[in-house]
């Protein structure tokens, strides 16, 4: 599977023997800015000077070992689950999804965060858990839905904004009803807390997968999403299951547009609002916390040739690329339609 950490991590351009020229971006906005994504938003609605350092890349941020474990076994916990069920569903033996799970998993194989307990044989124990649900037949009503000959999972896409933004997301799982063709979304999520419906009812997530079921299956009005979420405290898997409808859709784009105005407000005014109220979340304080009151020139990162390279090659990696118009000229032709 390969590796969409870059979405929501920061641009971390290693330099061999090449040479690096800093882009004079001549009061433009920094490209880095324009990429968003479901996180990069969340970030962003919580605190603007936060999603600003974090694009950008911070110098300055003080290093503390425990908390790059506990985000590195994070990230690796939440992939190697997704792709171990992934491969479950595409009917492949237990032990192919651990050697899938194996290959996912990019650091020692004993690092681990007690905190979240979470860890590569706690991620190979849910994948375990879901692969005895899958046959007992906790899904057997539905059926993968095939892209291209390839099954539908971890599709990528595009949204290109006006502005040069881009908003870029991947949807995990098509799957079809075998009888009514129903077609739902399966979002697989790992929670080192209890999962409550509140957490996902509302996520914008979700309606930005309308983008690929509007390539798959231009006749789809509405469709559902099954949320799974491994709680990694309780061991056990909650499914909730939500309605994604059009209007939704162009409520989310509106407030695409929103974010970006305020983007481009902020960076007119030279002033990334600072959140206070988001200095300590997650039970713990964030790690911009005592550097981020000082200048740009001090924390961030330049744009240089190669970070443009990576911006451009960027562009280029998705399977499904809509711009905004299209999207709305096939938002009004479906509101027509029903
Ligand atoms: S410490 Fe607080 S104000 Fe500063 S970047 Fe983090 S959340 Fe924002």
Redesign the pocket.
Known sequence: MPDFSFLDTQLDIKVVDEEVEVIDLQGEIDPRIKLLSHSSRNLLH?????YE?YKLKSNSVSTDPEREQESEVTLNFGSVVGVGIQSVIEGKSFDRAVLDCFLEWEIDLDAATERQNKSYYRAIYAVKKFYDLYTLGAISDYELVYYKGKPACELSFNIILPNGYRYRGFLDVVLRHKETGEIIVLELKTSSGIAQPAMFQNSGQAIGYSVVLDELFPELSSYSVYYLVYETRSYEYKPMHFMKSLSKRAQWLSEMLLDIEKLELYHKSDLFP???E????FGR?????????HSNLQLTKPYTNLVEAYVKEDEGKYQFNVDFETLIERQLEKTSEH
């Open positions: 919580a605190c603007p000077r936060k350092l600072m959140h206070g988001s200095c300590y979340s304080p964030c790690e911009y916390l005592g550097i981020c009151e």
